[in-house]
């Protein structure tokens, strides 16, 4: 078994380790340990997607808690951030929330939430899987539970989004044509539902999930089929989330696709009109567009930048006390509202800047300049520190020099296999791969296999 906790919780083929009965069993039971050691009181929430492996595993989760002495109690098929709100809400003890987000329907995983509603640090992953390694070790007598289901979380989770949208607001709401692209996953009860509620009109796609085509050519990884049916029934607007909801792609009436880029700037600039912005600047990652740092330069915001992923965003967030930040993804996280990124409650956020400014989401990023940007993968045969690299070194600066402030260079190798990542970006395609083939053929030539 390898490491079990990435930087998305666990991830897995379903059925197989580390999401066969057994480990999963484990984990289960690793937490309720955990959590009766530190004297933690209350059941503990478990949410799924749609993958036809979810409710078998929230069954040995449920099994594992208790066999640590620990009750469970299912929410069903929610959103991710559902789960991160109303395990704080409801003073549940953690939340587990079973899907592989944005993989395909094989895939499956189990993401870990403290009773703050945020993702579990690393130090305290890093304790539970030495205990799941022992557990494992043992002889184990896996046995799952049905925990029971508590149909009042989803009204409740609904509610909650609606209170974060003004109500001064919901009559603007009224007769607002959205395309819905549900990807098949766990936004499908749920998001058509909330937009209905707030008067809206509501074309959902993509919402008859079979336990196999969650991700399936739809939804946030696939924003182009939003993209046909926007322009086909002539909607201003179209949100596309991903297979756990956690992510929302947005696109304008004229087609146009906006992903967390456009979204971070439109928001970002609403709300340092409204003086609501904090921290003095938008955290995003080292993946962000150039121009998305050009644009909030601009308006006299800074974009501070942070490893990829949204824990490493929010981390950035708390030391800065920012309160916007995300990913390209559309993964964005209003922290006045809520520790986790949300697709539903930043589809939120976009119609109120639409509606109460009378505009629509081409105007809002008409003057976005988006770079052409290249990420290019290299295998190599060891991971030399870069700075043992003179030939690559010297290529690095030699592009970074040439492009000076209109563009951006970044070298770094894989977390999780042998290649070294090389990502350029610059104003013209041609920049982008005359430098990327100038650092790439130096990197071949010491690092190459």
């Known amino acids: 078994m390898g490491r079990l906790f990435g930087t998305d919780g666990i991830r897995g083929v379903a059925g197989e380790p580390p999401l066969d009965a057994a480990t999963v069993f484990a984990v289960g039971r690793a937490l309720g340990e955990s959590l009766r050691e530190q004297g933690a009181s209350g059941k503990v929430l478990l949410g799924e997607d749609t993958r036809e492996s979810s409710p078998q595993i929230t069954r040995y989760l449920a099994g594992g808690l208790r066999a640590a002495g620990v009750e469970a109690v299912a929410a069903g098929v929610l959103p991710t951030p559902a789960i991160a709100r109303l395990t704080r809400a409801r003073s549940f003890a953690a939340g587990a929330m079973v899907s592989a987000s944005h993989n395909p329907y094989r895939d499956n995983g189990i993401k870990l939430i403290g009773a703050t509603g945020m993702k579990l640090p690393d130090e305290t992953e890093a304790q539970l899987e030495e205990r799941i ?3 494992v070790a043992g002889r184990l007598n896996p046995q799952p539970v049905a925990p029971p289901v508590d149909m009042s979380l989803a009204g409740d989770y609904l509610e909650a989004l609606r209170q974060a949208t003004p109500a001064n607001l919901w009559e603007d ?9 549900c990807a098949n996953g766990a936004a499908c009860r749920v998001a058509p539902k909330l937009f209905r509620s707030l008067g809206c009109g509501v074309t959902a796609i993509h919402a008859s999930p079979d336990g196999k085509n969650i991700n399936q050519n739809c939804g946030a990884l696939h924003p182009e089929t939003l993209a046909a049916k926007v322009t086909q029934v002539r909607a201003p607007l179209g949100v596309a989330f991903d297979g756990d909801a956690d992510r929302a792609i947005f696109v304008a009436g004229s087609g146009r696709i906006v992903n967390g880029d456009g979204v971070l700037l439109a928001c970002a600039r609403w709300m340092k009109e409204k003086k609501l912005l904090k921290g003095g600047c938008v955290v995003g990652t080292v993946m962000a567009n150039l121009g998305l740092e050009l644009a909030l330069k601009r308006d006299g915001m800074l974009l501070s ?4 992923g949204d824990r490493y965003v929010l981390e950035e967030m708390l030391t800065r006390r920012a309160n916007l930040g995300g990913e390209q993804s559309g993964h964005i996280i209003f922290l006045d509202d809520s520790p986790a990124g949300d697709g539903l409650l930043t589809a939120l956020k976009v119609l109120t800047i639409l509606v109460e400014r009378d505009t629509t989401l081409d105007a809002l990023v008409a003057d976005l300049k988006i770079f052409p940007q290249t990420l290019k ?6 991971k030399r520190p870069l700075e043992e690299l003179p030939g690559v070194e010297q290529a690095i600066r030699e592009a970074t020099a040439a492009l000076g402030e209109h563009g951006r260079v970044l070298v770094r190798y894989s977390g999780t296999e042998p290649l070294l990542r090389v990502m350029v970006e610059a104003e013209t395609e041609a920049d982008v791969r005359r430098w990327t083939d100038h650092i790439s053929r130096a990197v071949e030539a010491a690092l190459g296999n």
């Open 377 to 382: 993968n290299i295998r190599v045969r060891e």
């Open 305 to 308: 930048r942070t490893a990829v």
């Open 173 to 181: 709401f009224q007769g607002l044509h959205l395309v819905v692209d």
């Open 133 to 135: 390694r022992a557990l």
